[in-house]
């Protein structure tokens, strides 16, 4: 039986069913049922246990009590633990206009394994997808730890990228946090590409606990200590500038939305480090020592993919 929380909502309609949206012209139909995400995540549950033992985490208890503010909105998250995953955690976000996945998997400190990542953001119109293994440490000068993990799942990517094509332009900035193997793509509700995304999200989490079977704990100190300011740097900076922080703030409204973007879907920002985004990220500092709100500021960004067929980056060859 998973442990999630759900908030306290109104009962979805069967996901078997048809759901009619209303805009300010005329209705449109979504078929929940194509894009429920929630065997995605049965999936990635049962998968997991057949690697490992998951325990429910701390966070549990404290986000079952939020509640969303239109009442209109099935909201669950759930989150583990297990010998070798610091975090496991999906919120899932389910009504009549929007359908969303965040599930995510961070390894513990002791090893230096990359992080498991599906974003997934679904209307009647649109797919927004992010599907990688992102790397902790730097894929782009490191060959010898892109090689350790990335080298065998190329051709994996190569596969993905035929059906599920670059979703257009990427900043400079956000590309450091991405993989050679990253799936990042746009496409219409009215296409047919549930199922191979499914199949991407099955391929992916398989390969990233194959990852986890062979990794071996460090116990070097130093390691450890690098691979605590790593993670930690890229939680400050998926917490900062996480494009789905609007969604959540209609939803739950500023103070809870910034506590479950903190404290949940990024947590170990408080507990992994005492830098802050300005210290990781100086080029964001305003005259004022306040952040710089948007998404780049160094004005460059990536149209197409900037890896080539064998996994090397080609960025540079791309100016904007």
């Avoid at 930690?232 to 809870?256: I, M, N, Q, S």
């Avoid at 005492?274 to 004005?299: A, H, M, W």
């Amino acid at each position: 039986m998973e442990s999630c929380c759900s908030l306290t909502l109104k009962p979805p309609p069967p996901l078997s069913t048809n759901l009619v949206l209303f805009n300010s012209k005329k209705p449109c139909t979504l078929q929940v049922s194509a894009i429920s995400y929630k065997k995605f995540v049965h999936f990635a549950l049962t998968e997991t246990k057949h690697h490992t033992h998951l325990v429910p985490s701390p966070l549990h208890e404290k986000y079952c009590s939020m509640i969303d503010i239109d009442g209109e909105t099935e909201v669950q998250l759930l989150s583990f633990q297990a010998p070798m995953v610091r975090l496991l955690r999906r919120l899932c976000i389910e009504s009549e206009t929007m359908q969303i996945l965040d599930f995510a998997v961070f390894p513990k400190p002791e090893v230096d394994l990359p992080i498991f990542c599906a974003n997934f953001f679904t209307t009647a119109s649109m797919n927004i997808i992010v599907l990688d293994l992102n790397p902790l440490h730097d894929v782009i000068t490191m060959r010898d730890y892109k090689d350790k993990y990335y080298k065998s799942l190329i051709p994996l990517g190569l596969k993905y990228a035929e059906f599920l094509p670059w979703g257009g332009k990427l900043t400079s900035e956000s590309i450091k946090f991405f993989s050679p193997v990253v799936i990042w793509t746009k496409f219409a509700s009215s296409q047919d590409k549930q199922g191979v995304l499914y199949s991407a999200f099955v391929d992916y989490y398989k390969a990233w606990l194959e990852l986890m079977d062979k990794a071996v704990e460090s116990t070097d100190a130093t390691q450890i200590l690098w691979n605590r300011e790593a993670q930690h740097r890229y939680l400050t900076w998926r917490a900062e500038k996480d494009p789905g922080y609007g969604v959540l703030k209609r939803l739950f409204g500023d103070t809870l939305a910034k506590d479950l973007v903190r404290n949940f879907l990024f947590q170990g920002i408080d507990e992994l480090g005492r830098k802050q985004f300005l210290d990781y990220f100086p080029e964001y500092c305003c005259e004022d020592g306040t952040i710089n709100k948007k998404r780049s500021i160094v004005g460059k960004s990536y149209e197409n993919r900037p890896w080539d067929g064998r996994g090397e980056f080609v960025g540079n060859n791309f100016e904007d």
